[in-house]
């Protein structure tokens, strides 16, 4: 529920109400805005009986709010969150942030090779997956703790924080050792322990949409990381499931400015998964920095024909270059500065 003051509240009548809900033994967070101030009440598992609270002074109205989330709306906290990766800052008005790098960390050559590529083309931060979640079980899994030192190798070689998939609880202290950001991937975005236990872990979180979740469910997602205390999490749209075929997934892109008004955490978009063509990667990634995502992550190998994984959706070394220039071009004429 959402308590409505009047706009000449007094901060007496706001503590008022505060004590009202603490006394119902529930928890109240007042968000301040520029008229007036509202009070989130959280901690009620179903319909809160307001009666009492509409009758205290200072108050305007209440508002059932009935939908699984609440900490990570923009109702309960209108300012957009900045979430920081080792210095990287997702949200913060400044241009978008690129990560890229392969879809697995295959060798110690190859992750150096693409962080240096990556990096000299303009990256903010570096990808690759140490632990696969992959649809089969006879292809190639990851190199697992090798890969994820590799990764940490080529991010401290390269100077870019890196991210990387968590599949289970149990990988979560180790991933954390090594890696800036914990990456929980689309087929594990209902994973409501995993989401817990990484909400305990303060790490900065990439959460991917589930591929065939809704928005409300990808919400309620990121609610249980966040109900945890852990508020540092980036969003990320990686195309659902639908008839279409041509496509690797359906990229949703409409989602990016919807989550921006339902949310107040950044969102970004992998469009290597949500389209599973290289050729379609750069225009979709223009397409969704135009839409207002916070950034984009591609996959990038050194020699995509040879890619263990997802070589059918990596931009090569040049190709990257290529395209970072273009980035360049769109972030002048949407007017942001160097
Ligand atoms: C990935 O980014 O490596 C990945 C497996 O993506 P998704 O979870 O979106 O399929
Ligand atoms: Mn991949």
Request: glycine residues 10%; charged residues 20%; negative net charge.
């Amino acid at each position: 529920m959402l308590i409505v003051m009047h706009h000449q509240a007094t901060q007496e009548q706001i503590d008022q109400v505060i004590a009202a809900v603490i006394a119902m033994g529930l928890q109240a967070e007042p968000i301040p805005g520029s008229l007036r101030t509202a009070i989130g009440v959280l901690g009620n598992q179903g319909y809160v009986d307001d009666s009492t609270i509409r009758t205290l002074a200072g108050v305007r109205e209440t508002i059932h709010v009935s939908k699984p989330y609440k900490l990570v709306s923009r109702d309960f906290h209108p300012v957009s969150t900045v979430v920081d990766v080792s210095g990287v800052r997702f949200g913060d008005g400044e241009k978008p942030v690129i990560i890229a790098g392969p879809c697995s960390v295959e060798s110690e050559e190859q992750i150096l090779e693409a962080a240096e590529q990556v990096k000299a083309a303009g990256a903010q931060m570096l990808r690759g997956g140490a632990f696969k979640p992959r649809t089969g079980p006879y292809s190639f899994q990851g190199l697992g703790l090798k890969g994820l030192k590799y990764l940490q190798q080529a991010g401290q070689a390269s100077g870019l924080p890196v991210v990387t998939e968590v599949m289970r609880i149990e990988q979560l202290d180790t991933i954390c050792q090594h890696a800036d950001m914990l990456q929980v991937g689309a087929r594990n975005m209902q994973n409501f322990d995993l989401l817990k236990e990484v909400g305990k872990t303060g790490h900065p979180v990439l959460l991917k949409r589930g591929m065939s979740a809704t928005i409300e469910e990808f919400l309620a997602a990121a609610e249980y990381i966040v109900a945890e205390g852990n508020t540092q999490v980036v969003l990320c749209e990686r195309g659902i499931r639908t008839f279409e075929k041509t496509t690797r997934n359906t990229l949703d892109l409409s989602v990016v400015p919807l989550i921006r008004e339902m949310s107040h955490l950044p969102i970004i978009v992998d469009p290597s998964h949500a389209t599973g063509k290289r050729m379609l990667v750069p225009i979709m990634s223009k397409a969704a920095l135009v839409a207002g995502a916070h950034g984009v992550m591609v996959e990038v190998h050194p020699n995509p024909a040879g890619a263990l994984c997802d070589g059918a959706q990596s931009l090569s070394g040049n190709d990257f270059a290529e395209f970072m220039k273009d980035i360049d071009r769109l972030y002048e004429f949407l007017g942001y500065s160097d």
